[in-house]
């Protein structure tokens, strides 16, 4: 077989991986939308593929899905398939029309009687994540997909420690990490409790800046205010993706919660008007806030993307606002600012604001990646989706992983 990497040896983000067996089919991991702003070419979707496996939802692997002809299967699991139409639907734009085949957690199944694909359940920033066991030609390929050992699903890290793969003979394995590391708070645990400690003592309204679909925070905050006795405000987007998470998981909160109110943010609510959201609407009349929020603004917390400014600006007449951050810092910066970021860094430096990073990553440190390449054991290991691969490459061996290459991107190696 020959293994191609797209885009992801040199960068994070437009992670696209190709498989080409012997007998010439063809199959991708991953089709994602490239972070960055100096290299946006992506005319590779163009070529012949006859699969494509999808990890997770987040854009930096699955943002180029709508680009997918037809005719192409594309394989993804039933939370991330609805996580992606979500967003969609909250922009306005129409429910992809890809030819999907759902997968399941530790279930194999085949491709174009070439590949044997199992796909493993990770822990990492979105409820639903794969990695990818892919065999054919006589070879076994591990593709790791984005992971952590830190989150609340750790015990997936544990469980492949443990009992982990043997005669892999490629691994492609992240490196989000190598140059960051998770500064004060190393577990999704200890970020819960440092919410805690500041929900306990908000003397006005605290909201939590961090991504609807990044449910492991979701809960931390849930039960940051659970524990102090606070009500926990959210829009109707998270709203949403809480009623699709919560299709293959009831444990999961959701808006009929007692702990739980939603904001109805008129902008969202004209997106879902149509018959097929009656049920949801109802559900948000059911649980929402009113203006009993600006009575005892201490007794509630805001859980936003991005917080409303008007909001913001009339709750800052009862009191200091406190804003906890808990997304990578670097979307604060220019290079990688989104939307929303003027307003944060507004709110960074506002004098009436307490602002606040309570942050860990959704990607594995150096010790967690050194443990993983040591109990896989691969005979190549070859560093994707990180900007430092000769660090990677460097931090790992002097660790003692051995059997490391570094690849390029856009050309074919021979396995």
């Not at 530790?106 to 199992?118: L, N, P, Q």
């Not at 460097?394 to 290459?405: D, F, R, T």
Request: charge should be neutral; proline fraction near 3%.
């Amino acid at each position: 077989m020959k293994i191609k990497v797209y885009r992801g040896t040199q960068e994070i983000g437009g992670t696209c991986v190709q498989i080409i067996a012997d007998n010439g089919k063809i199959l991708w991991i991953d089709i994602g939308l490239p972070l960055s702003k100096e290299n946006a070419n992506t005319d590779y979707v163009e070529n012949k593929v006859d699969a494509i496996l999808i990890s997770h939802p987040h854009a930096d692997h699955s943002g180029l899905i709508e680009k997918i002809k037809r005719e192409v299967q594309v394989f993804i699991g039933q939370v991330g398939l609805d996580l992606l139409n979500a967003t969609r639907i909250f922009r306005g734009l129409p429910n992809l029309n890809q030819n999907f085949e759902l997968i399941y957690a530790w279930k194999t199944f085949a491709i174009s009687d070439t590949f044997k694909v199992t796909p493993y359940l990770t822990d990492h920033s979105t409820p639903e994540s794969f990695a990818f066991l892919i065999e054919a030609d006589g070879k076994r390929v591990f593709y790791s997909g984005d992971f952590r050992a830190t989150g609340r699903k750790a015990k997936l890290f544990d469980a492949m420690l443990q009992n982990p793969l043997n005669n892999i003979d490629i691994l492609l394995t992240e490196g989000t990490m190598v140059e960051r590391d998770n500064h004060k708070y190393s577990t999704e645990v200890e970020v819960e409790a440092a919410m805690e400690a500041v929900i306990r003592k908000q003397t006005s309204s605290t909201f939590v800046i961090s991504s609807a679909q990044n449910i492991d925070r979701f809960i931390s905050v849930f039960k940051a205010c659970r524990n102090s006795n606070k009500k926990l405000i959210i829009d109707p987007y998270a709203a949403y993706v809480l009623e699709m998470v919560r299709k293959v998981s009831k444990s999961i909160p959701g808006m009929d919660w007692e702990e739980i109110k939603v904001f109805e943010h008129p902008g969202m609510m004209n997106k879902v008007t149509a018959t097929l959201f009656d049920d949801f609407s109802r559900k948000i009349k059911l649980n929402r806030i009113g203006n009993e929020q600006f009575a005892n603004p201490s007794k509630y917390v805001y859980f936003v993307r991005c917080p409303n400014e008007k909001l913001v600006e009339k709750l800052k007449k009862t009191g200091r606002v406190t804003i906890i951050y808990s997304q990578w810092e670097g979307y604060l910066k220019k290079e990688n600012s989104n939307y929303c970021s003027d307003y944060l860094n507004q709110l960074k430096h506002d004098e009436e604001v307490d602002f606040l990073t309570i942050h860990t990553s959704g990607h594995a440190t150096v010790d967690d990646l050194t443990k993983f390449a040591k109990a896989l054991n691969p005979k190549l290991l070859i560093p994707i989706h990180t900007q430092y691969p000769e660090l990677m490459k460097a931090k790992l061996e002097s660790s003692g992983v051995k059997h490391i290459e570094l690849w390029e991107d856009n050309i074919d190696y021979t396995v």
